[in-house]
């Protein structure tokens, strides 16, 4: 018969695990406070928390035992649960105490294949401990230039960016608009551009594609655009430096040096912007690879205001054709971490 929840800390604890076992398997069925027949014992077992799932054609079980303990488990704690985990025939078996475990509790632990944690909880007293997070900054940054050729429908002086805003492109004659850079940033996001460090890339547009400008009188016209590319290089800059989460749950790995693992962080909290205590690293894979905890990369982007000037065009008569003006920014544009 399942146990009256109580609100005592023991049940809060045990609460609080099945719902990171949750975190961690959405794919499985979590039960708290499960009874599961034991093939040895030949009656009933409680089951702290249980989590069952189909892996191909067969059928999984993993059974957490949990201890809200003021001391360390030690190795008879272990032993008693290898007996569970055998009569119950689990195939993994997760203990977690919140005093931590003994060194020969782990030693034991890590040679039967029973997983050791406690559980953290951002905000609770009972057992919360000064959490900070790692966290590596990848800024990506793409430096562009614009060239390409235009044919307008009139001659003599037009504008193709007014007040040095940047000229705009448009695919359906002017029912969409998208400013260059963003007509880059798009191609970015999806994928589709190439990422690789330090060479030049080349972006050429597809499509029917056109450019608005502005004749005389400051009317609005389209242009058609026969050739436009983006030519850029992509640096990398990182900085790692730590934050300390307003809301965090997780477990504590024991048998992986008291390593910490995530289950839910609230992404709002990452901060924003970087103060002197972010550390400049030349490597973020190598520094990923050996730094104990969270690592989360972040890529974010936003246009340089008035990293480029585009001039204005003039357009001469040779006989019945109109010479094609190449454009081409000042500078580029150059697109960085917000």
């Given at each position: 018969?399942?146990?009256v929840?109580?609100?005592?800390p023991?049940a809060?604890?045990?609460?609080?695990?099945?719902?990171?076992?949750?975190?961690?398997?959405?794919?499985?069925?979590?039960?708290?406070?499960d009874?599961l027949?034991?093939?040895?014992?030949?009656?009933?077992?409680?089951?702290d928390v249980s989590?069952?799932w189909?892996d191909?054609?067969?059928d999984?079980?993993?059974?957490?035992?949990?201890k809200?303990?003021?001391?360390?488990?030690?190795?008879?704690?272990v032993?008693?649960y290898k007996?569970?985990?055998?009569d119950?025939?689990?195939h993994?078996?997760v203990?977690?105490?919140s005093g931590?475990f003994?060194k020969k509790?782990?030693?034991?632990a890590?040679?039967v294949g029973?997983?050791?944690y406690?559980?953290?909880?951002?905000?609770?007293?009972?057992?919360?401990q000064n959490?900070?997070?790692?966290?590596?900054?990848?800024?990506l940054?793409p430096t562009?230039?614009?060239?390409?050729s235009?044919?307008p429908h009139v001659d003599?002086?037009?504008v193709?960016?007014k007040?040095?805003?940047?000229?705009?492109?448009?695919?359906?004659?002017g029912?969409t608009r998208?400013?260059?850079?963003?007509?880059?940033?798009?191609q970015?996001?999806d994928?589709?551009?190439?990422?690789s460090?330090g060479?030049?890339?080349?972006l050429r547009?597809d499509g029917?594609?056109?450019?608005?400008y502005?004749a005389?009188?400051?009317?609005?016209a389209?242009?058609?655009?026969?050739?436009?590319?983006?030519?850029?290089?992509?640096?990398?800059?990182?900085?790692?430096?730590q934050?300390?989460?307003s809301?965090?749950?997780?477990?504590?790995d024991?048998?992986a040096?008291?390593l910490?693992i995530?289950?839910?962080?609230r992404l709002?909290?990452?901060?924003?912007?970087?103060d002197?205590?972010?550390v400049?690293?030349?490597?973020p894979?190598r520094?990923?690879?050996?730094?104990?905890?969270?690592?989360i990369?972040s890529?974010q982007f936003?246009v340089?205001?008035?990293?480029?000037r585009?001039?204005v065009i003039?357009i001469?008569?040779q006989?019945?054709?109109?010479?094609?003006?190449?454009i081409?920014?000042s500078?580029?544009y150059?697109?960085?971490?917000?």
């Open positions: 018969m399942p146990r929840r109580s609100r005592e023991w809060k604890y045990e609460e609080l695990a099945h719902k990171i076992v949750k975190d961690l398997m959405p794919f499985a069925d979590v039960t708290l406070d009874h027949y034991g093939s040895e014992s030949e009656d009933l077992r409680q089951i989590a069952r189909r191909g054609d067969q999984r079980l993993l059974i957490v035992q949990v809200d303990l003021k001391r360390p488990a030690d190795v008879n704690v032993g008693t007996s569970v985990i055998q119950t025939r689990a993994q078996g203990l977690i105490c931590g003994s509790a782990r030693t034991y890590r040679n029973i997983s050791l406690a559980l953290h909880e951002a905000g609770s007293r009972n057992w919360a959490l900070t997070v790692p966290l590596i900054w990848v800024s940054e562009l230039s614009m060239s390409g235009f044919r003599g002086h037009l193709v960016a007040n040095n805003y940047m000229p705009i492109l448009s695919r359906d004659g029912a998208l400013r260059l850079a963003d007509v880059f940033i798009e970015w996001n994928g589709s551009t190439d990422r460090l060479a030049a890339h080349e547009l029917e594609w056109s450019m608005l502005y005389a009188g400051d009317k609005e389209w242009a058609e655009m026969p050739t436009f590319a983006f030519s850029y290089t992509v640096n990398r800059r990182s900085w790692l430096g934050y300390r989460p809301e965090c749950r997780g477990l504590i024991f048998l040096s008291d910490f995530p289950t839910f962080m709002d909290d990452l901060p924003r912007s970087r002197d205590t972010w400049q690293i030349d490597d894979d520094v990923a690879l050996e730094t104990v905890g969270l690592v990369t890529e936003k340089e205001t008035g990293s480029a585009f001039e003039n001469q008569e006989g019945q054709k109109s010479v094609k003006r190449l081409t920014s500078d580029g150059r697109v960085e971490h917000s």
